[in-house]
């Protein structure tokens, strides 16, 4: 069974930085490109940042270029998201997915972990 799951958010004053994990069970996370996204409710799943398979090449949002940064370690299945310089409208969940093809829908999602920015 495939599963991927995020942790490290939690509640940070502005200013401040969390980094995110997402650990892949159930297969090789070499083989998939990952990215980071993020949803507030009522609004649709914005795109954060995401990698290729070695982690040679990444893309950010402009809202996130400079702060955040992804990487991930195949070796121990994981994908991480550094983020600093927090501000109170980086507040969301935060879901990490992943794709076998270069283009198009993801292939599988995590469940979200909460990230809240206090003023």
């Not at 997915?97 to 292939?107: A, E, F, Q």
Request: some cysteine; hydrophobic content about 35%; glycine content about 10%.
């Amino acid at each position: 069974q495939v599963q991927l799951v995020e942790s490290g958010g939690g509640l940070v004053q502005a200013g401040g930085s969390l980094r995110l994990s997402c650990v892949a069970s159930g297969l090789d996370i070499s083989t998939y490109s990952a990215a980071w996204f993020r949803q507030i409710p009522g609004k649709e799943r914005e795109f954060v940042a995401d990698i290729s398979r070695s982690g040679a090449s990444t893309y950010y949002a402009d809202s996130m270029r400079g702060r955040f940064t992804i990487s991930r370690d195949n070796a121990k299945n994981t994908v991480f998201l550094q983020m600093n310089s927090l501000k109170p409208e980086d507040t969301a969940v935060y879901h990490c997915g992943i794709r076998r093809r270069l283009v198009g829908n993801y292939d599988y999602w995590g469940q979200g972990t909460q990230v809240t920015v206090s003023a």
